[in-house]
């Protein structure tokens, strides 16, 4: 069965501090998807980052990147020089390969970035 | 990107009423996704809505109480029925779109249903 673990409920960091979200899974597939999601207050979801599961390469885009371990199954989402501007909840999710978009969330991390 | 609109963005419902949440999108998209996010938690998927048949419902979701429409290519409806305050929620549509050259998954602000 499909599971999502983000372990850490809410963080709180001063801005400027490097955070770190950490995101485990479960799958019995072979290719699958993992994501990560932004959920500012005012509710909508913003795409950050799809990874698939043959391509173990590290991403960094900005600010942001992102360390997929297939060997631990882990796919954690770092926030260098954190801004105010970060603080949402932010979501890792997993989806199959048959079935792209039946999203399986974790349960998500909120993180407060304070001035 | 998939541009999505979802109305009504917020609404407060009597119990036992029903409401009916439409999903607009910019371009024609095969499957639209309906997700569920009650209080504090993630999100669950209710069910997946192709345009000319009926919808797929996850394992705890039936038609009788989220009833579905998909009449064309941009557009579809979630029906909450005979609500109850544990129907409060956000819901939310989503789409595959296109960024960067690739398919991605694209989520509407939601709709954030409080149940009185």
């Known amino acids: 069965a499909q599971k999502v673990t983000q372990a850490q409920t809410e963080i709180s960091v001063v801005e400027k501090e490097d955070v770190t979200l950490d995101c485990v899974y479960e799958t019995r597939d072979t290719t699958y998807y993992l994501f990560w999601y932004k959920q500012p207050p005012s509710g909508e979801l913003v795409f950050l980052i799809r990874r698939n599961s043959f391509d173990e390469q590290n991403e960094i885009s900005g600010r942001y990147s992102w360390n997929f371990q297939k060997s631990t199954s882990s796919f954690n989402f770092t926030i260098t020089a954190s801004q105010v501007v970060d603080s949402a909840v932010y979501f890792c999710?997993?989806?199959?390969?048959?079935?792209?978009?039946?999203?399986?969330f974790g349960s998500g991390t909120k993180l407060n970035v304070k001035p | 990107s998939a541009v999505i609109s979802q109305k009504p963005s917020r609404d407060i419902c009597q119990r036992g009423t029903s409401l009916t949440i439409q999903c607009q999108v910019d371009s024609q998209v095969t499957m639209m996704f309906w997700y569920r996010q009650q209080p504090g938690q993630s999100l669950t998927l209710i069910a997946t809505?192709?345009?000319?048949?009926?919808?797929?419902?996850e394992s705890g979701f039936v038609i009788d109480k989220f009833p579905i429409s998909r009449p064309n290519l941009t557009f579809s409806t979630l029906t909450v029925s005979n609500m109850s305050p544990e129907d409060s929620s956000i819901y939310l549509c989503?789409?595959?779109?296109?960024?960067?050259?690739?398919?991605?998954?694209?989520f509407g602000q939601g709709t954030r249903l409080t149940v009185v």
């Open positions: 809505a192709n345009q000319g048949s009926e919808a797929t419902y």
């Open positions: 989503s789409v595959e779109g296109i960024q960067g050259g690739r398919t991605e998954a694209f």
């Open positions: 999710a997993l989806s199959e390969k048959d079935n792209f978009n039946k999203f399986y």
